[in-house]
């Protein structure tokens, strides 16, 4: 009898325990379970614009300070890592095009998983959303729209606004991944071939002149350039300056022994000598 008992208690710690094991071994085998996003942007500037897409499908479009919900099945797992929803990227507008940024997903609560299993309903998640573009050059543009309407002044799908009347310095990124982001455009027509080292000058009434000033910061000195720039449509900086059409700054924060800032404003221009 007690043979049999030991046989039976046996037999049955060991149906037991492969029931357990049985039971550990499917945690996170059924359905997958669906998560439940909330997309931002991490910086949230204005104008700012990712598009998100699933499984190659666009869902919606993060604006500024926006936000965008969706609805992803995740897959089989234990941890965070294996039940993520896989398939998901975020693209930004860039020079030639909408291109791929990073993204982080992070869980509501540290046992929101668990807690959702618990509770029968999706996974609540944030997707933190960063403007992270390719390899690129800043191209230095001043604008001189005084007398005249709104400008956009664009390089590839990249474009500034200026204002009417408004003067303006604006940098646009450069990339050499397309052809039409060789080319400067002012309202869609090509103004100049891009050049980021020297700055691009185009003054839309094409009737003033210009001379670089600039002043010493952490020393006592201040001049102006010798070239007057003449009245063109466009043309080329020799030099870059820090400011245009502004008056340079009464004191900087410089280190070492100083520095120098300058900027470009408007002159008479010269009398022709006939």
């Not at 896989?86 to 095009?97: A, F, H, L, N, T």
């Not at 540290?110 to 807690?115: G, H, L, S, V």
């Not at 050059?137 to 990249?158: C, H, K, L, Y």
Request: glycine residues 8%.
């Amino acid at each position: 009898m007690k043979q049999r008992c030991s046989i039976s208690c046996i037999a049955w710690l060991c149906n037991s325990r492969f029931a357990v094991l049985l039971i550990l071994g499917c945690i996170g085998c059924g359905k997958p379970p669906m998560f439940h996003v909330v997309a931002r942007s991490e910086r949230a500037v204005e104008g700012e614009r990712y598009k998100i897409f699933l499984k190659g499908r666009e869902l919606g479009t993060v604006t500024g300070n926006d936000t965008f919900a969706f609805d992803a099945e995740g897959r089989n797992g234990n941890s965070f890592q294996e039940v993520q929803p896989e398939d998901i990227e975020v693209k930004i507008p860039w020079v030639c095009g909408w291109v791929k940024t990073d993204f982080s997903l992070y869980l509501a609560h540290p046992d929101e998983i668990e807690r959702a299993r618990a509770e029968h309903r999706p996974v609540q998640a944030s997707m933190s959303l960063s403007y992270m573009p390719p390899a690129f050059e800043w191209a230095t543009i001043f604008v001189d729209n005084r007398g005249g309407p709104p400008q956009t002044v664009s390089i590839g799908e990249m474009q500034e606004q200026v204002p009417a009347g408004a003067a303006q310095r604006i940098q646009l990124p450069h990339s050499d991944d397309c052809d039409k982001a060789k080319d400067v455009r002012l309202n869609g027509e090509v103004v100049a071939p891009v050049n980021t080292r020297q700055t691009l000058l185009i003054d839309i009434s094409h009737s003033h002149c210009y001379r670089v000033e600039w002043a010493g910061y952490g020393f006592d000195d201040s001049g102006h350039g010798k070239t007057i720039y003449q009245p063109h449509p466009f043309q080329f900086l020799d030099s870059n300056p820090d400011f245009f059409m502004e008056t340079l700054p009464g004191s900087v924060l410089t280190t070492g022994g100083g520095t120098v800032r300058s900027t470009l404003k408007d002159v008479a221009c010269p009398k022709r000598v006939r």
